[in-house]
């Protein structure tokens, strides 16, 4: 029996390695990604922390200027920080969905390659199903033509 051969295999194992790559890479910006959000998040509670401890200083009956003016520099940092931090998060999505789309593309250009592969398959099932047909036509009329003839 005949073995079907894809002829564009090598591009498509070519495909499918391009495609892991994209994974890999689309991790790697999805853990950054993570990974700034988590900055972000603990600079959000160490403000809070901040200005929690300034309203105590402002309200309290003992008024510590040395820890006001420490807490305020802290607060006005932090903000500054925090804004940074908040572009860095954008930029860190921004690579995410960027890297995202590559991997969207090569999903596809794979699942292409690999539409292309069934329907060569298919193609040589139905040719190999039609060189099957044409030797039973021609055995049944080589049979038939010698049972006709008497030989």
Do not use: C, P
């Not at 607060?75 to 931090?85: A, E, G, P």
């Not at 040589?124 to 033509?145: I, P, Q, R, V």
């Amino acid at each position: 029996m005949a073995k079907f051969v894809y002829r564009l295999q090598n591009i498509l194992n070519l495909k499918q390695m391009l495609e892991d790559q994209e994974k890999a890479q689309f991790a790697a910006a999805a853990a950054k990604e993570a990974e700034e959000r988590d900055k972000l998040t603990k600079l959000l509670v160490r403000n809070a922390d901040y200005q929690r401890r300034l309203q105590e200083a402002v309200s309290s009956d003992k008024i510590d200027r040395k820890e006001i003016i420490f807490l305020k520099n802290a607060d006005t940092t932090m903000k500054s920080l925090i804004r940074d931090q908040m572009f860095a998060v954008k930029r860190a999505q921004n690579a995410l969905e960027l890297e995202r789309q590559k991997l969207d593309e090569a999903r596809k250009e794979r699942k292409t390659h690999e539409r292309l592969k069934e329907k060569a398959f298919d193609e040589f099932k139905m040719e190999l199903n039609a060189a099957d047909n044409k030797a039973n036509d021609e055995l049944t009329s080589y049979t038939y033509g010698v049972k006709k003839t008497g030989k």
